[in-house]
């Protein structure tokens, strides 16, 4: 999980985008060098829940895109499950945007 203040200017613009961003990277695999070092990247001391909500609606997605493949597999001529496994090791990214007013 990572905090960027982004200052960049979006095409067609000439002010300066002041968003906010919040990432989560999808989990990594027990033996992936960066194991463990992910979860201490970033905590809000002030909102204890926030990580742990952020981490919960992040699974819930990568639940969905799952459940979602399994009749595209089927679509396909594939098995129901052919996708499942292939969700193990995906680096995904949910960013969460924040516009300060």
């Not at 695999?29 to 194991?35: A, F, I, M, S, W």
């Not at 919960?56 to 493949?69: G, I, P, S, Y």
């Not at 499942?84 to 960013?95: E, G, L, P, Q």
């Amino acid at each position: 999980m990572s905090y960027t203040r982004n200052f960049e200017v979006a095409r067609g613009s000439k002010t300066v985008d002041l968003k906010e961003e919040w990432c989560i990277r999808a989990r990594v695999p027990e033996d992936h060098t960066l194991n463990g070092r992910l979860d201490q990247l970033l905590t809000v001391p002030k909102l204890p829940y926030f990580k742990p909500a952020v981490q919960t609606l992040f699974k819930a997605f990568e639940d969905a895109t799952v459940r979602l493949m399994r009749p595209l597999s089927m679509y396909m001529g594939l098995e129901e499950n052919w996708f499942d496994d292939k969700f193990d090791r995906s680096y995904s990214t949910m960013r969460l945007l924040h516009y300060p007013t």
